[in-house]
């Protein structure tokens, strides 16, 4: 019994070791073996042997000399960025989105598939069509796939518990992924995936920040939050669910039953139908130059081009969801003090006609010490931030790399 | 070189093992040496030596034998709740209070000071007051002072940044109290403190509450926050402070310079205007039975006889505030999805008359899936939530017994 527990135990011992080792590498981009031992305060054997078999592993090469003074030129390894990859999807309302990401969280192939108002069982199958594409096309090994949906998700059990926009209330998405495909399956709340892929592979991000949310404005709103450099799930995995908050008192009815929910003022459903009222009010408007007729308005892109073209009336739709938008930033400074909040979904393209209004309405609205050091920025990531987070939330739980 | 490394590192993890074998006693209640190996891992030996080390410092008892199913019996150990103490302050508007706080987190002994308007100075040397007394009735070792305070609190180097109702702009009080103490000092927000001592001390916490909200309504609105069995204090320790969060666009003028914040509609100074506007309204209200004009309703106490005398006008405020609350809760739970919300503070004895109002709109104002699992509850520390509350961080940090 002994034995076994203790066989266990080394086993266990000489996994954590190979999982530093590559996690040093990783992180450092190149490095030698010396400093490895260095940093990781294992001895040099230790690492030599890790290093040796990540390298038969496929998953560290040489890749050059450190440059010595004096003394035998140490050897630099480096992670080869493609070793492995992964099937990062964003279930979207709208648009189910795929691709595979490298081990740097870059996207090397992207696929996407146009989603309206598709039952449950169709949608379920467009999934199926889109990750069999998808790992039929992969050159690398797979590590395993990662779906980011919207609404609430449990974790624990890969369920889809409750979406707004899809009837797939209970869908056990990660048995069913797991059964056809025999893979790591992970499936995360779309915006939570947002945020981790956002620390993880996103630009000014450094050792320093321990905190980020991000805003996701796209079909609806949602924030994802990072606290101390983990993804925050709260305690039924619905951290960041502000969509569906009241900020209208006797405003409109909701998709969730409630009235005057943030979601009612802003979302894509509602910065459409009043993108077709302004067009269909003022024949100057220049959402004509986009759209042949009023009801054509059915994109997020057509009423950014026309902002961009100078449509004043549609920057007056965009500023007052911005507003709306800096109001729901102070709630979640008041509440968590974090100072870097970072735009992304399709409204994020915007741009300061968004987000001007927003870091207004955030200094008016919460207390001024704690808005000072705020900063409302754009996501460095673009659309694929749901695919690189899901990526990234692999990397963390299958290789311990993020 | 090496020697010396070597010999700090097996003087850590001798102090490792002590705090691990305290930790587990003090968790256990009481516990068997034999037990404290299994759990914790150690070797006999090393266990025996450091109950021997905690035997000698008074940290530790040996308080009977374990039933035996043959065999030798086991001599049972626990520590002395009074093997020291830590004094707590709570440096709330209106009274300063201050406690003697054994290693349970009972108040061994209390005092406090009523503070009205009082300049900053004046104040200070109230709290040496305060102290010097209770230190002066210490009978137990002392592990330090720990002090709660209002308003922002750079934790990190024991400054009180800003507060709202005192005049204390970067206040060293850690080195003041460092400087006259010569002991361990702490310096906190009192709603993360609050909430460390409901987490540590309250009822009904179990190994599977990670997450806890304590909201505290009295001079002013903040929150407290846990999260993972830790205070979250934010970028800036900031966090939970939603007081200044706009709530009435276009609202009254708030005390630190913004209009409509939560404070302008939830807090002492509000409740007190109200019911005093009652009370010169209205003869027959039950709040002359408690104050003699309308200008001496100056305490939230008379307003809580008032209500539970049962005066409409004042339970009618009561909800509205709730109302308010209902709604600020909200938008923690959106943000958070934390499902424990404890309300502590002087007006949570409002106690229903407040928490029903608080419970429907907090129902009516976020995701039903999320505030159908969330419960908002009195806090199950009194007055000296605070005091109790940096008590459990003084343990936490010197004891590593929390």
């Known amino acids: 019994m ?8 080394r086993a266990q011992s000489k996994q954590h070791n190979l999982r530093l080792v590559l996690k040093t590498i990783y992180t ?7 400093d490895i031992a260095r940093t990781t305060h294992l001895a040099r054997a230790t690492v030599s042997t890790a290093v ?26 480096s992670v080869i960025d493609r070793a492995r990859c ?14 595979i990401v490298d081990l740097r969280g870059r996207v090397r192939q992207q696929e996407s598939v146009r989603v309206i108002e598709m039952p449950g069982d169709a949608a379920l199958a467009v999934i199926y069509e889109l990750i069999d594409d998808l ?17 609430l998700i449990d974790m624990r059990n890969g369920v889809i518990c409750h979406t707004v926009h899809q009837d797939w209330s209970g869908l056990p998405m990660r048995d069913l992924l797991q059964k056809r495909y025999e893979l790591p399956i992970y499936i995360v709340n779309d915006s939570h995936a947002a ?105 997020t892109g057509i009423v950014i081009r026309a902002l961009f073209a100078g449509d004043e009336a549609v920057r007056l739709i965009v500023e007052e969801m911005g507003e709306h938008l ?15 909040i970072r735009v992304a979904g399709r409204m994020s393209c915007f741009d300061d006609a968004l987000l001007r209004p927003m870091r207004q309405v ?41």
Chains 1, 2 share one sequence.
């Open 135 to 151: 790992l039929a096309s992969a050159t690398d090994p797979v590590l395993g796939i990662g779906v980011g949906a919207p609404g």
């Open 52 to 77: 040796a078999e990540l390298i038969d592993d496929g998953l560290v090469e040489e890749v050059g000399q450190k440059p010595s003074n004096g003394g035998k030129p140490a050897t630099l390894l």
């Open 28 to 34: 450092a981009g190149e490095i030698s073996r010396a």
């Open 195 to 299: 945020a981790l892929g956002e620390y993880t592979f996103g630009e000014g991000i450094d050792k320093s920040t321990r905190n980020l949310i991000v805003l996701r404005v796209g079909p609806g709103v949602s924030a994802g939050i990072v606290l101390g450099g983990k993804p925050y799930y709260g305690d039924g995995f619905g951290a960041g669910e502000i969509g569906h908050i009241r900020v209208v008192p006797g405003g409109d009815l909701c998709l969730c039953g409630h009235t005057g929910c943030l979601e009612t003022v802003v979302s894509r459903r509602v910065l459409l139908a009043r993108a077709q009222e302004i067009a269909r009010r003022d024949p100057e408007s220049k959402l004509h130059l986009f759209a042949g007729a009023p009801e054509d308005i059915d994109r």
């Open 362 to 402: 955030m200094h008016e609205s919460a207390h001024t010490v704690l808005v000072n050091d705020t900063e409302i920025t754009l996501a460095t990531l673009g659309a694929d931030i749901v695919v690189q987070g899901v990526a990234a939330l692999l990397l963390s739980h299958e290789m311990g790399l993020v």
């Open 326 to 340: 800096g109001w729901a930033v102070a709630n979640l400074v008041g509440a968590l003090n974090v100072q870097q």
């Open 86 to 99: 992964t099937i990062g999807v964003d279930l979207a309302d709208g648009e189910f989105r795929g691709g």
């Open 2 to 9: 002994a034995t076994t527990i203790r066989k266990a135990t």
